[in-house]
């Protein structure tokens, strides 16, 4: 099992910044793809960015592309979403996600296209982001 906890969520005012943090725990794997996802109030569950170990993928969504940074530490099992400037249509709650990437011919993470949420056997708890004006 793999253990996923968000945190750096809070508050913040339209045009600021925020590092959201995602540290994990328990089983490792060779191959991961880590995504970070969002539901807004009365939406659905999406795919902002995610990043492959496999083959280097990275993804953005438009939304965000420009203004939202994926990183990780592996030495501290440490996956980062860097968001600057924030917007108020970016108020949700933040997921990240982890894959193993056990099927080589699986996009876990596609340079072209969202993650795909079913791939990801790992969530972590979502950490709340509110933007306001």
């Known amino acids: 099992q793999v253990q996923l906890v968000e945190s750096g969520g809070r508050l913040v005012q339209a045009g600021g910044s925020l590092r959201l943090s995602c540290a994990a725990s328990g089983r490792t794997f060779s191959n991961y793809a880590m995504g970070w996802f969002r539901q807004a109030p009365g939406k659905d569950r999406e795919g902002i960015s995610c990043f492959s170990s496999y083959d280097g993928a990275i993804w953005y969504d438009d939304s965000v592309k420009g203004r939202f940074t994926i990183s990780s530490d592996s030495a501290k099992n440490m996956v980062y979403l860097e968001m600057k400037p924030l917007k108020l249509e970016d108020t949700a709650v933040y997921y990240c996600?982890?894959?193993?990437?056990?099927?080589?011919?699986?996009?876990?993470?596609?340079?072209?296209?969202?993650?795909?949420?079913?791939?990801?056997?790992?969530w972590g708890q979502g950490t709340q982001v509110n933007v306001s004006s």
């Open positions: 996600a982890a894959a193993p990437e056990v099927n080589p011919s699986t996009y876990y993470c596609s340079p072209y296209g969202p993650p795909r949420s079913i791939l990801y056997d790992y």
